[in-house]
């Protein structure tokens, strides 16, 4: 039976037995769960159904959910059976069946589907536990007995084994897991499920919920309540399943994984169990190019942070151990084609989104091989150190210098330290804390859990959430449903930082035209009048499941069951409308011009200007945002219509509509069509202009970095474009009258001056006025400029006779070099001196002069330091001196590329 028909007969069982059926999540987390970087198990995405926040589609639901989990990735590779990437089928039951019909669901599908031997299938239950006041789970003993399963095959089991629970307070319960018996060639009589053993397999979980743990009086210990309804969430891996059906002693040997085993074998002339060495290693660039494929066509793309870091980690370890097959380079784009082939009829994103795969597989795969081959080189320096000085153990600070100046991985240094029998001596996540707290100190930030702590979780009253009309109307007449006293830190706010005022509250109406924040637009102000008072509304905050309004009372008293009239600020509310379509407009043009790999990786939408954050791996040239631009007011200029439409997810898809990163969506959506849906359809809640014409205007502010591999757009719209428009002329026509020319002329006044004063340099140069910075060709050095990651790297020697003159020097070539690393040195009096001057900017992508100067240093015998944004070194052997320049330059680019 093929993985195909196992995930197909699974969900029609279960679909034939009235639960319906719905498609996988992404493998990123809804935007409202902080709880996990990745989607680990496949309940994960239904949390809000089984906490009660959310009502289910359906009491019955079956998926096949797209799982990733990190806890394992050390032994990918060396087990027959652990992955990184791999799919979950499910069956989940909220308050409608419980223990006796999941049992007999697992039971029948087991036997009467997938035909395995009743006598093969043995069972564990919960065995009790005294701290929580539980016997044994009688009742799944008596279900399992009914069924046939003789009492011998019935294994209770501790609470560490067969007890879920989400964290120390919430839903939990027991659970009850079907194990397969492979005989006695895997083991011994004595072995039982639940034991660490390979003669039973585990291959299906049944959980069931129902008890909610509280914490006890005093705070002391939890204690067990019944939940108000009992529900049931399965999980059964379908890889391991492909195994047990498909006879095979390994996961890898299955009909998913054999195809990348087969490509691996063809790419590096070697076999599939010739040694341990070349089985680990196609193991795990099995494993790692499934799991970094359907990330990346779930849109996360490799960084330094969160889950792109996770994503890095996992293309870095598939890259070195490509290298280490000798594997020509391009081997993952090869592989994420085959990964295409073999799921792509399962998954559809992952042809859909082949372009992005293949471009950021190859940015990193070409951009971390000269990381790979520079740390290589120094890890074996340190291991050799290691061995001539009888140590066991390398210093965790040389580890970290690996990290943090030449980017190479903490995790790739442990495993191949570990493979020469060497440990780590020292607090690695220590010294990572140490550069954090650097990092955020002077930041003044607050983070969204402390805002959303103070706001509060519980809902304002008991009555129906209120309806938003803001669709249609940005005045509202409604009632004062509910209303209390701020929470503490927001009327300290409004009391100027002096203690609670009595002034400020929050306000449930009964239907309120006030958007909340979300998708990137900002929250909506304005007031609520009533007879005799006015309130000025500050914000709108998602309290429990209603909508509140946080105001200030101006003028008299407001109370429950108020009459009042909502009124949204128009002028705000028109600016961030025009702000938010150009911002899809924005979308459809990078995806036009720069191509399909772009997505919206954050925003901020407000009446203010716009912000757009997406996935790319260099900045834009002037031409590319030119063209943007253009493209933009072009769209803007044929008045098109912008038409918000509810229509089911599947449709939507359909449709090509483009969903936001990391969001959750329903059954049924709203998309936003622009133009007749020819460029631009997204999925959003947004409020819009009616046509693009009331956009008026749009003009790009600017285009910087926000983090590896995520560029930032910064534009505005409307009369602030044209203001700032108008101001540019204003400062073109001062440069003019200073000049005695026209506007027009200016340009050329400008460069006829530079010119100049370029010809009286020189002239004064050339005139003898004695040694020192004036010697420096400035325009020739400027021109010695490359790129590298999207940045100015400028790194060479220069002919000055002292430090202080290389010093005046890279003062002089800031100026002309902005966004810029750059490494100077110089050899004089026997000895040489470098400087390095590197961009704030650039400093927050990882460079640091200090990292800079201190590699180069380290080539020419000497040593030195700074700040991150300028250092001085020296050294003793001026013959290595372009040597030194060179391994600098490596460490400015090995960040970039970072």
Same mark, same amino acid.
């Given at each position: 039976?093929?993985?195909?028909?196992?995930?197909?007969?699974?969900?029609?069982?279960?679909?034939?037995?009235?639960?319906?059926?719905?498609?996988?999540?992404?493998?990123?987390?809804?935007?409202?769960?902080?709880?996990?970087?990745?989607?680990?198990?496949?309940?994960?995405?239904?949390?809000?159904?089984?906490?009660?926040?959310?009502?289910?589609?359906?009491?019955?639901?079956?998926?096949?959910?797209?799982?990733?989990?990190?806890?394992?990735?050390?032994?990918?590779?060396?087990?027959?059976?652990?992955?990184?990437?791999?799919?979950?089928?499910?069956?989940?039951?909220?308050?409608?069946?419980?223990?006796?019909?999941?049992?007999?669901?697992?039971?029948?599908?087991?036997?009467?589907?997938?035909?395995?031997?009743?006598?093969?299938?043995?069972?564990?239950?919960?065995?009790?536990?005294?701290?929580?006041?539980?016997?044994?789970?009688?009742?799944?003993?008596?279900?399992?007995?009914?069924?046939?399963?003789?009492?011998?095959?019935?294994?209770?089991?501790?609470?560490?084994?067969?007890?879920?629970?989400?964290?120390?307070?919430?839903?939990?319960?027991?659970?009850?897991?079907?194990?397969?018996?492979?005989?006695?060639?895997?083991?011994?009589?004595?072995?039982?499920?639940?034991?660490?053993?390979?003669?039973?397999?585990?291959?299906?979980?049944?959980?069931?919920?129902?008890?909610?743990?509280? %914490?006890?009086?005093?705070?002391? &210990?939890? /204690? $067990?309540?019944?939940?108000?309804?009992?529900? !049931?969430?399965? @999980? *059964?891996? #379908?890889?391991?399943?492909?195994?047990?059906?498909?006879?095979?002693?390994?996961?890898?040997?299955?009909?998913?994984?054999?195809?990348?085993?087969?490509?691996?074998?063809?790419?590096?002339?070697?076999?599939?169990?010739?040694?341990?060495?070349?089985?680990?290693?196609?193991?795990?660039?099995?494993?790692?190019?499934?799991?970094?494929?359907?990330?990346?066509?779930?849109?996360?793309? %490799?960084?330094?942070?969160?889950? &792109?870091? /996770? $994503?890095?980690?996992?293309?870095?370890?598939? !890259?070195?151990? @490509? *290298?280490? #097959?000798?594997?020509?380079?391009?081997?993952?784009?090869?592989?994420?084609?085959?990964?295409?082939?073999?799921?792509?009829?399962?998954?559809?994103?992952?042809?859909?989104?082949?372009?992005?795969?293949?471009?950021?597989?190859?940015?990193?795969?070409?951009?971390?091989?000269?990381?790979?081959?520079?740390?290589?080189?120094?890890?074996?320096?340190?291991?050799?150190?290691?061995?001539?000085?009888?140590?066991?153990?390398?210093?965790?600070?040389?580890?970290?210098?690996?990290?943090?100046?030449?980017?190479?991985?903490?995790?790739?240094?442990?495993?191949?330290?570990?493979?020469?029998?060497?440990?780590?001596?020292?607090?690695?996540?220590?010294?990572?804390?140490?550069?954090?707290?650097?990092?955020?100190?002077?930041?003044?930030?607050?983070?969204?859990?402390?805002?959303?702590?103070?706001?509060?979780?519980?809902?304002?009253?008991?009555?129906?959430?209120?309806?938003?009309?803001?669709?249609?109307?940005?005045?509202?007449?409604?009632?004062?449903?509910?209303?209390?006293?701020?929470?503490?830190?927001?009327?300290?706010?409004?009391?100027?930082?002096?203690?609670?005022?009595?002034?400020?509250?929050?306000?449930?109406?009964?239907?309120?035209?006030?958007?909340?924040?979300?998708?990137?637009?900002?929250?909506?102000?304005?007031?609520?009048?009533?007879?005799?008072?006015?309130?000025?509304?500050?914000?709108?905050?998602?309290?429990?499941?209603?909508?509140?309004?946080?105001?200030?009372?101006?003028?008299?008293?407001?109370?429950?069951?108020?009459?009042?009239?909502?009124?949204?600020?128009?002028?705000?509310?028109?600016?961030?409308?025009?702000?938010?379509?150009?911002?899809?407009?924005?979308?459809?043009?990078?995806?036009?011009?720069?191509?399909?790999?772009?997505?919206?990786?954050?925003?901020?939408?407000?009446?203010?200007?716009?912000?757009?954050?997406?996935?790319?791996?260099?900045?834009?040239?002037?031409?590319?945002?030119?063209?943007?631009?253009?493209?933009?007011?072009?769209?803007?200029?044929?008045?098109?219509?912008?038409?918000?439409?509810?229509?089911?997810?599947?449709?939507?898809?359909?449709?090509?509509?483009?969903?936001?990163?990391?969001?959750?969506?329903?059954?049924?959506?709203?998309?936003?069509?622009?133009?007749?849906?020819?460029?631009?359809?997204?999925?959003?809640?947004?409020?819009?202009?009616?046509?693009?014409?009331?956009?008026?205007?749009?003009?790009?502010?600017?285009?910087?970095?926000?983090?590896?591999?995520?560029?930032?757009?910064?534009?505005?719209?409307?009369?602030?474009?044209?203001?700032?428009?108008?101001?540019?002329?204003?400062?073109?026509?001062?440069?003019?009258?200073?000049?005695?020319?026209?506007?027009?002329?200016?340009?050329?006044?400008?460069?006829?001056?530079?010119?100049?004063?370029?010809?009286?340099?020189?002239?004064?140069?050339?005139?003898?006025?004695?040694?020192?910075?004036?010697?420096?060709?400035?325009?020739?050095?400027?021109?010695?400029?490359?790129?590298?990651?999207?940045?100015?790297?400028?790194?060479?020697?220069?002919?000055?006779?002292?430090?202080?003159?290389?010093?005046?020097?890279?003062?002089?070539?800031?100026?002309?070099?902005?966004?810029?690393?750059?490494?100077?040195?110089?050899?004089?009096?026997?000895?040489?001196?470098?400087?390095?001057?590197?961009?704030?900017?650039?400093?927050?992508?990882?460079?640091?002069?200090?990292?800079?100067?201190?590699?180069?240093?380290?080539?020419?015998?000497?040593?030195?330091?700074?700040?991150?944004?300028?250092?001085?070194?020296?050294?003793?052997?001026?013959?290595?001196?372009?040597?030194?320049?060179?391994?600098?330059?490596?460490?400015?680019?090995?960040?970039?590329?970072?």
């Amino acid at each position: 039976m093929t993985s195909d028909e196992i995930r197909e007969r699974y969900l029609r069982f279960f679909e034939e037995r009235g639960h319906r059926r719905i498609p996988s999540a992404s493998l990123v987390p809804s935007a409202h769960d902080p709880s996990a970087l990745l989607t680990v198990a496949g309940m994960h995405p239904l949390k809000p159904f089984f906490l009660g926040q959310e009502a289910p589609p359906a009491p019955r639901l079956t998926s096949c959910q797209k799982v990733f989990r990190t806890v394992d990735i050390d032994n990918v590779g060396n087990t027959a059976r652990h992955l990184t990437f791999f799919e979950m089928l499910g069956n989940f039951s909220f308050g409608d069946y419980f223990k006796r019909e999941a049992i007999e669901f697992a039971w029948d599908l087991s036997r009467e589907v997938f035909g395995l031997a009743e006598s093969d299938i043995w069972v564990t239950v919960f065995a009790g536990d005294e701290e929580l006041g539980l016997g044994p789970d009688q009742e799944a003993i008596d279900h399992w007995l009914a069924m046939g399963v003789p009492r011998e095959r019935i294994v209770p089991c501790p609470r560490s084994e067969n007890f879920w629970q989400a964290g120390p307070t919430g839903p939990c319960g027991p659970s009850s897991e079907l194990y397969l018996d492979r005989g006695l060639e895997f083991g011994t009589p004595e072995d039982l499920p639940g034991g660490e053993n390979e003669r039973f397999l585990e291959y299906w979980n049944l959980v069931f919920m129902q008890f909610d743990q509280r %914490p006890g009086a005093n705070g002391e &210990g939890t /204690v $067990l309540a019944p939940l108000p309804a009992s529900n !049931i969430d399965t @999980g *059964l891996g #379908l890889n391991r399943m492909a195994a047990i059906l498909q006879g095979k002693r390994s996961v890898f040997e299955t009909d998913q994984f054999l195809p990348l085993i087969e490509l691996g074998e063809e790419l590096s002339k070697r076999r599939y169990g010739e040694d341990f060495a070349t089985d680990r290693a196609l193991r795990i660039l099995a494993d790692h190019s499934r799991a970094m494929t359907f990330l990346l066509a779930d849109g996360v793309v %490799p960084s330094n942070e969160d889950r &792109g870091y /996770v $994503l890095r980690r996992v293309m870095r370890r598939a !890259i070195q151990q @490509g *290298l280490s #097959l000798e594997l020509d380079q391009g081997f993952l784009t090869r592989y994420a084609e085959r990964v295409r082939e073999v799921m792509g009829g399962a998954y559809p994103e992952l042809r859909e989104q082949a372009e992005a795969i293949d471009m950021w597989l190859s940015a990193e795969e070409e951009g971390f091989g000269r990381t790979l081959s520079q740390g290589m080189y120094m890890l074996r320096e340190l291991i050799d150190q290691a061995r001539s000085s009888e140590r066991s153990a390398v210093p965790v600070d040389e580890v970290f210098r690996l990290h943090d100046t030449y980017g190479f991985p903490y995790e790739m240094t442990s495993e191949l330290l570990a493979e020469e029998q060497l440990s780590i001596e020292g607090d690695f996540e220590e010294l990572m804390e140490e550069q954090r707290a650097r990092s955020r100190s002077g930041s003044g930030t607050v983070s969204t859990a402390a805002i959303s702590a103070a706001v509060g979780g519980e809902s304002i009253d008991d009555s129906a959430p209120n309806r938003f009309t803001g669709y249609e109307t940005e005045v509202q007449p409604t009632t004062v449903v509910a209303e209390r006293p701020a929470s503490e830190r927001r009327a300290v706010e409004a009391n100027g930082g002096n203690g609670a005022g009595p002034q400020r509250r929050e306000v449930k109406l009964a239907e309120t035209p006030f958007y909340l924040a979300g998708g990137g637009q900002i929250a909506d102000r304005g007031t609520i009048e009533w007879d005799h008072g006015r309130a000025r509304v500050e914000d709108v905050l998602r309290v429990g499941q209603d909508q509140v309004l946080d105001v200030v009372v101006e003028e008299g008293t407001l109370g429950k069951g108020e009459q009042v009239l909502a009124r949204v600020d128009h002028l705000a509310r028109a600016a961030t409308e025009r702000n938010h379509t150009a911002t899809h407009l924005l979308q459809a043009a990078l995806r036009e011009r720069v191509g399909g790999h772009v997505r919206q990786a954050g925003s901020y939408v407000g009446p203010d200007k716009l912000r757009f954050d997406f996935s790319h791996g260099h900045a834009l040239s002037a031409e590319e945002l030119r063209d943007v631009e253009d493209r933009v007011n072009e769209w803007i200029a044929r008045n098109d219509r912008v038409r918000p439409i509810t229509t089911t997810l599947d449709e939507a898809k359909r449709l090509g509509a483009m969903a936001l990163f990391g969001e959750k969506y329903g059954d049924v959506v709203r998309m936003v069509e622009i133009g007749e849906g020819e460029y631009s359809r997204e999925l959003c809640g947004g409020t819009h202009v009616r046509s693009t014409a009331e956009i008026g205007a749009f003009h790009i502010l600017s285009e910087t970095s926000s983090s590896a591999n995520v560029r930032r757009i910064e534009a505005l719209t409307g009369p602030a474009a044209v203001e700032l428009l108008r101001e540019h002329d204003r400062l073109l026509s001062d440069v003019a009258a200073t000049l005695r020319t026209r506007p027009q002329e200016a340009p050329d006044a400008v460069r006829a001056l530079l010119q100049e004063r370029r010809r009286l340099e020189k002239a004064l140069k050339d005139g003898g006025a004695g040694q020192g910075d004036g010697q420096v060709d400035l325009d020739a050095l400027a021109g010695e400029a490359h790129e590298a990651g999207g940045a100015k790297v400028l790194a060479t020697v220069v002919e000055v006779p002292d430090a202080k003159a290389l010093l005046d020097v890279l003062d002089r070539i800031k100026g002309r070099l902005q966004q810029a690393a750059i490494l100077l040195g110089t050899a004089a009096d026997g000895r040489v001196h470098l400087v390095a001057s590197v961009a704030p900017e650039l400093v927050e992508r990882g460079v640091k002069a200090g990292a800079v100067v201190k590699a180069a240093a380290e080539v020419v015998g000497g040593g030195g330091g700074g700040r991150d944004t300028m250092a001085q070194a020296g050294g003793r052997d001026p013959g290595k001196l372009t040597e030194a320049i060179d391994a600098g330059r490596q460490v400015i680019e090995s960040a970039l590329d970072g």
